[in-house]
């Protein structure tokens, strides 16, 4: 074979790093922004955050730190950031009881809510029970062993038997009816509930718990040890029938069934509560809606003037490095105020668009899709979905992430057309209002979107339905 040299001309694209680190700050949230820069903050020593306003408060207006020398007290470079700125269940269980309870309402209490015990873990508040327990040496040793197997929930993960077969590996001549008497005891600590192998014994043990002469205690027992499947379905007659009970009964059993709790265990431990915050604020001014950028949000940034100056000072002497660290903190300060500079103008194009939602709320969201966006501020839709992503809004109608104001259209009777959004408005205001004893079934829902003008085929009001948590007509009745 004959070797040969040729010349080949093509196209390709090639980002430079600075429009990489552009791309990556773009797509990170306001959290993740301020984990990444603090990072970069320790790794360049030319990079710093502005802090005049701090160090004039501490030590008076022209005042230097203490320990500042004089070079260090000279102007800074240029650069810095200084802009003005939320859903069906057809079963009842454990993982969606609180889906279910929230959907049964007519007017019965309904309105359970989670609590959270910070400090101590779940296991942590039963051990300290146990460690002053008057149980011995060996029982101690069981119940510990049954803790350790609770999830998050103070369910059992493990069937008990599975439970003494690995038990017996470590303890002599252990017998099955030592860890059935463990789990007694584990069952009769605080929280009640704790322990329980299914959703059916955790509330028969609060139920238990409860005074003999409770209204509707005995009922609501034996509902829950052998029909929470017929509660679910709702199924009105054949609980009465199996139970031998009457309307009224029926319903405070089930009242007092709601007012339990199906997770006993997840109030304990440490708050895992996330905050997001607001990239943007809008506000009606002088009749028009405006976006701003939240000031506290934005980091800002200069280039260190001491060690700027040293660079000058000895460019010829090989300060390589440091000429790199130059160079990559003013693309850092320059891609981040680009950053919030396209936040802001995409935030602004959306309240342009979305004014209607702004003055009547959801039922007047209109459709958009990102190329809309792209078009306005001339940006392509990748970016625009990067820039939409875990940023959020803050308005007068609440926080909203900036791809809540996207969605598909459907089309109305008129040729126009109407937003997903705004749908599911009109579905979640149809099902408020509707008569509890006749709930309207997904045709029936269509229908009267119909009459509004809306042509939506059933199917797609059920997605919608399913969509807002909504459970299906038969599980909305009224007992």
């Known amino acids: ?28 949230s306001t959290l993740e922004l301020n984990q990444e820069l603090e990072q970069m903050l320790q790794d360049n020593p030319l990079l710093e955050r502005e802090e005049e306003e701090e160090d004039e408060a501490a030590h008076g207006p022209g005042e230097p730190p203490a320990g500042m020398g004089e070079a260090e007290t000279q102007g800074t470079e240029a650069a810095s950031l200084e802009h003005a700125g939320p859903e069906p269940v ?18 019965e209490d309904n309105d359970y809510t989670q609590g959270s015990i910070s400090g101590a873990t779940l296991r942590e508040h039963l ?76 509330l028969s043990l609060q139920l238990r718990a409860l005074p003999e002469d409770t209204p509707a205690r005995d009922a609501a027992m034996r509902l829950t040890a052998h029909y929470l499947d017929l509660l679910a379905a709702r199924d009105v007659g054949k609980l009465k029938k199996m139970l031998g009970i009457n309307d009224a009964t029926l319903r ?25 915050i607001p990239d943007v604020y809008v506000r009606k001014v002088k009749g028009m809606w405006i976006a701003s950028l939240n000031a506290d949000a934005m980091p800002k940034l200069r280039v260190n003037r001491v060690y700027a100056d040293i660079l000058s000072r000895h460019r010829e002497s090989g300060g390589s490095q440091l000429a790199s660290q130059l160079q990559e903190a003013r693309w850092l300060i320059k891609n981040v105020q680009q950053r919030f500079d396209t936040i802001l103008r995409v935030s602004q194009a959306i309240v342009d668009r979305q004014k209607q939602f702004f003055e009547h709320g959801e039922v007047a969201m209109r459709p958009l899709v990102l190329r809309e966006i792209a078009d306005a501020v001339d940006l392509h839709e990748s970016t625009i979905s990067r820039v939409t992503t875990q940023k959020y ?4 109608r609440g926080l909203y992430e900036l791809k809540y104001f996207f969605g598909s259209h459907v089309s109305t009777d008129s040729g126009g057309a109407c937003s997903s959004t705004a749908i599911r408005a009109l579905i979640k205001q149809l099902v408020a209002a509707e008569n509890v004893k006749k709930p309207l079934s997904d045709g029936q829902l269509a ?8 042509v939506v085929a059933r199917r797609t009001v059920a997605k919608y339905r399913e969509s807002l948590q909504i459970p299906p007509a038969n599980m909305r009745r009224a007992l």
């Open 127 to 202: 051990l300290n029970q146990l460690i002053v327990s008057p149980l011995t040496l060996r029982d101690r040793t069981l119940v510990a062993a049954l803790i350790d197997d609770l999830d998050d929930a103070g369910f059992l993960t493990q069937p008990l038997e599975d439970i003494t077969a690995s038990l017996q590996a470590e303890l002599e001549e252990l017998e099955p009816e030592e860890v059935e008497t463990a789990l007694k005891h584990l069952q009769n600590m605080d929280p009640t509930g704790v322990g329980a192998r299914n959703l059916a014994e955790c």
């Open 393 to 396: 809004m803050m308005t007068p």
């Open 252 to 276: 405070a059993a089930r009242a007092l069934i709601l007012s339990l709790n199906p997770r006993p265990g997840a109030a304990f431990g440490a708050d895992d509560t996330h905050y997001v």
């Open 90 to 107: 057809t079963a009842l269980d454990d993982s969606d009881w609180n889906d279910y309870g929230a959907a049964g309402g007519d007017d």
């Open 1 to 28: 074979m004959k070797h040969s040299l040729q010349l080949k001309l093509g196209q390709h694209l090639t980002l430079t790093p600075q429009l990489q680190q552009s791309i990556r700050l773009l797509q990170l």
């Open 447 to 454: 229908e009267v979107l119909g009459q509004q003008g809306i």
